[in-house]
């Protein structure tokens, strides 16, 4: 994609598109700093660029309504900075760009993990937190959400653009795993195609197996026509553990605790996001010691 970035941006900004892949030019560059809004927008249009600005006015609707222009895209910070969807970046060098943002703007960058106030999870944690003996927790994360072909031809099936499933479906749950049983000590990758991984994680307090996967066919069930089909799973110890409601607001209260001056920003991300570029390019452990009971079942043993 090609890109305009506006003056009132900073340069940081420029990089972390370019970082990204794309093609990013900033206006000051280009000699046309301190243009009016109008002068610089046909500008900007006669090249049919994707303008990136901090100016309402440029990204305006009503003056520019979708479908007349290339695109453009609002970054306006307030005093509380501005809220990113999870993952905020899928390379961890990337999150060192956004702290330079942050040095230079003066604002910061928060993201949504909010399954870390879901409210039977945070019982888990408070729980847990109170123990104090030093017994490992045995952890098997499941997660299977049936995606069809689509996935695999959009942005979301090349990996250098969502970082895979490990990133795009799996990092939420590593992150609050994480939250739960503290840092990483060790990885590994027992699995990678792209439609399905697992791996093993050791944590400071637990041992994790997990599983990943796309396929409607690692479903425990049937899928019936009108019927879900995601198939979510955490136990602990062999116990499950519930957290199948609860979610309707969480998205709500991550926005309330960030206005109150407590949102989640880049130190929070950061663990996550390591791990998961870990999990990427981690070479695959053909015989593990401790995988994933699903891993052992025909039609994953027997793939291509």
Same mark, same amino acid.
């Given at each position: 994609?090609?890109?305009?970035?506006?003056? +009132?941006?900073?340069?940081?900004?420029?990089?972390?598109?370019?970082?990204?892949?794309?093609?990013?030019?900033?206006?000051?560059?280009?000699?046309?700093?301190?243009?009016?809004?109008?002068?610089?927008?046909?500008?900007?249009?006669?090249?049919?660029?994707?303008?990136?600005?901090? %100016?309402?006015?440029?990204?305006?609707?009503?003056?520019?309504?979708?479908?007349?222009?290339?695109?453009?895209?609002?970054?306006?910070? %307030?005093?509380?900075?501005?809220?990113?969807?999870?993952?905020?970046v899928i390379n961890p060098w990337n999150l060192d760009a956004l702290e330079q943002i942050e040095t230079e703007s003066g604002r910061r960058v928060y993201t949504l993990l909010q399954l870390r106030l879901h409210p039977a999870l945070v019982e888990l944690k408070r729980r847990f937190d109170s123990e104090t003996g030093t017994a490992r927790r045995e952890v098997v994360l499941t997660y299977v959400t049936s995606r069809g072909r689509?996935?695999?031809?959009?942005?979301?099936?090349?990996? %250098?653009?969502?970082?895979?499933?490990?990133?795009?479906?799996?990092?939420?749950?590593?992150?609050?795993?994480?939250?739960?049983?503290?840092?990483?000590?060790?990885?590994?990758?027992?699995?990678?195609?792209?439609?399905?991984?697992?791996?093993?994680?050791?944590?400071?307090?637990?041992?994790?197996?997990?599983?990943?996967?796309?396929?409607?066919? +690692?479903?425990?069930?049937?899928?019936?026509p009108g019927q879900r089909s995601t198939y979510r799973s955490i136990t602990v110890d062999g116990q499950e553990v519930e957290f199948t409601e609860g979610f309707t607001d969480l998205h709500t209260r991550v926005y309330e605790r960030t206005l109150a001056g407590d949102g989640f920003g880049i130190k929070d991300a950061r663990p996550s996001i390591e791990l998961v570029h870990q999990i990427r390019t981690a070479r695959v452990i053909e015989a593990p010691d401790c995988p994933h009971p699903f891993i052992d079942r025909p039609w994953v043993t027997g793939r291509e």
């Open positions: 994609m090609r890109i305009k970035v506006d003056e +009132d941006l900073p340069r940081a900004v420029a990089q972390l598109i370019c970082d990204r892949g794309h093609q990013a030019e900033r206006v000051v560059d280009e000699k046309m700093g301190g243009w009016k809004d109008a002068q610089l927008w046909e500008g900007v249009q006669s090249e049919r660029r994707f303008l990136v600005t901090a %100016d309402k006015g440029l990204a305006d609707a009503r003056a520019h309504p979708p479908g007349s222009h290339a695109g453009v895209l609002l970054l306006r910070p %307030d005093q509380e900075g501005v809220h990113c969807e999870k993952p905020l689509w996935y695999d031809v959009s942005w979301k099936g090349q990996e %250098d653009r969502s970082g895979g499933i490990a990133t795009n479906i799996g990092i939420h749950f590593f992150d609050l795993l994480m939250w739960l049983f503290g840092s990483m000590q060790r990885s590994e990758v027992h699995l990678t195609e792209r439609r399905r991984m697992a791996g093993f994680i050791e944590l400071a307090r637990a041992n994790v197996r997990w599983f990943l996967s796309l396929e409607t066919g +690692d479903l425990p069930f049937s899928v019936q």
